[in-house]
T-cell receptor, first 122, second 107 residues
């Protein structure tokens, strides 16, 4: 059974750096084809893809956030970490991590964490 | 970035109705298209991957079709638990992008 859980602060001050950890079980990030991604949803708005990292350390970022976001993995701890610098109130959102599976070459978010609400006060 | 446009943005239907949600990509994405159901306060749930493959455990009333730039999600007979929001998402090229969502409401 695959599970993922996001952890980190619930409140981040403007200009501070957010560090979110996704701790997972039921799969290994050293397995060919496997990845983990981060997605967020501001209150009342739509889902926004942020970043992903694959088993081979290949990583990709949203162009809109590329200068502020870093994704890393620790295979031995079964964790993926997202760092987002210079936080702003517009970054207030529920942040999800998700397990990426691949069918042929089509990637998709097969399993999701429960999400964590991050608030940046104005 | 590849833009994903869903329509309608919302719809009203009754239990037992057949509904279809469309998703258009701004360029051809082959079958790199996935559908998710998202209930408030819960994690999104994968319904369909690779345009038409049903995720295990998802009821067969959900059906995905399409390729290239035009895709549909059809729910053959709406059940009470289906009244929520649905998103399409492309994985043809990063950044992976989501549609703006379609909210299915009770008529």
């Amino acid at each position: 059974q695959i599970t993922l859980k996001e952890s980190g602060p619930t409140l981040v001050k403007p200009t501070q750096t957010l560090t979110l950890t996704c701790t997972f079980s039921g799969f290994s990030l050293s397995t060919n084809g496997v990845g983990v991604g981060w997605i967020r949803q501001p209150p009342g708005k739509v889902l926004e893809w942020l970043a992903l990292i694959y088993w081979d350390d290949d990583s990709h970022y949203s162009p809109a956030l590329k200068t502020r976001v870093t994704i890393t993995k620790d295979t031995s701890k079964n964790q993926v970490v997202l760092r987002m610098t210079d936080m702003d109130p517009v970054d207030t959102a529920t942040y999800y991590c998700a397990h990426i599976s691949v069918a042929g070459t089509v990637g998709y978010f097969q399993h999701w964490g429960q999400g964590t609400l991050i608030t940046v006060p104005s | 970035d590849i833009q994903m446009t869903q329509s309608p943005s919302s719809l009203s239907a009754s239990v037992g109705d057949r509904v279809t949600i469309t998703c258009r990509a701004s360029q051809s994405i082959n079958i790199y298209l996935n559908w998710y159901q998202h209930k408030p306060g819960k994690a999104p749930n994968l319904l369909i991957y690779a345009a038409s493959s049903l995720q295990g455990g998802v009821p067969s009333r959900f059906r995905g079709s399409g390729s290239g730039t035009y895709f549909t999600l059809t729910i053959s007979s709406l059940q009470p638990e289906d009244f929520t929001t649905y998103y399409c998402q492309q994985s043809y090229r990063t950044p992976w992008t989501f549609g703006q969502g379609t909210k299915v409401e009770i008529k």
